[in-house]
């Protein structure tokens, strides 16, 4: 089945403590993003990756970081999470790096720092 | 820079009646227009999108949308809404050329009440 996925699905962490999102996919996409879900403000859009070793911020970055090693996953990096990065995360991939590709979504990270 | 705009936060439509989900942007060039369809506890769904050509677009579930370039809107209409159409609703935009970027609105709850 083509999908997306990421894990953990529910995280409680501290402030400070060091955490990887992880998401994967099985499509062979080339383009990979990070999203953050937050009432009222929609989606936004954390870093993105039109491919292997070539990423790119989005509106949001700053206490982020990404990787892309391999063409099929795309782990997120919080090294010093704080509580305004309490939020819903979605990672998404689409095909190609053609701006008309649609997007597919992974299932969601709710992240909670305390 | 690239925008959206959602102006409601929640349309609410009486079953079997027609719904339109509103959505304006602003673009400096050529755009790419985007929905999406959040069911609770899920990740997004693409339901259509506007690339060139026809200023109509269907998509998934019966659901249509018409770009008006004139009014930089691209409003999501479906002619009778289902009690399982409820869920939140997100227009995006993505520029023909220059960024990769995505931006997303602020997301419109719909509910359609039997």
């Known amino acids: 089945e083509a999908q997306v996925t990421q894990n953990p699905r529910y995280l409680i962490t501290v402030t400070g403590k060091k955490l990887t999102v992880t998401c994967s996919q099985n499509?062979?996409?080339?383009?990979m993003s990070w999203y953050r879900q937050d009432p009222g403000l929609g989606l936004r859009q954390i870093y993105y990756?039109?491919?292997?070793?070539?990423?790119d911020k989005g509106d949001v970055p700053e206490g982020y970081k990404v990787s892309r090693k391999e063409k099929r996953n795309f782990p997120l990096i919080l090294e010093s999470p704080s509580p305004n990065q309490t939020s819903l995360y979605f990672c998404?991939?689409?095909?190609?790096?053609?701006?008309?590709?649609?997007?597919?979504f992974g299932p969601g990270t709710r992240l909670t720092v305390l | 820079a690239q925008s959206v705009a959602q102006p409601e936060d929640q349309v609410n439509v009486a079953e079997g009646n027609p719904l339109t989900v509103k959505c304006t942007y602003s673009?400096?060039?050529?755009?790419?227009l985007f929905w999406y369809v959040q069911y609770p506890n899920r990740g997004l769904q693409f339901l259509l999108k506007?690339?060139?050509?026809?200023?109509l677009v269907k998509g998934s579930y019966g659901f249509e949308a018409e770009f008006n370039k004139s009014q930089t809107s691209f409003h999501l209409k479906k002619p009778s809404a289902l009690v399982s159409d409820s869920a939140l609703y997100f227009c995006?935009?993505?520029?023909?050329?220059?960024?990769?970027?995505?931006?997303f609105g602020t997301g419109t709850r719909l509910k359609v009440l039997a």
């Open positions: 995006a935009v993505r520029e023909f050329s220059g960024t990769y970027k995505y931006i």
């Open positions: 998404a991939s689409s095909l190609g790096q053609s701006s008309y590709n649609e997007q597919f």
């Open positions: 990756s039109m491919n292997v070793e070539v990423t």
């Open positions: 506007y690339i060139t050509g026809d200023n």
């Open positions: 499509m062979n996409h080339e383009y």
């Open positions: 673009v400096s060039g050529n755009p790419y």
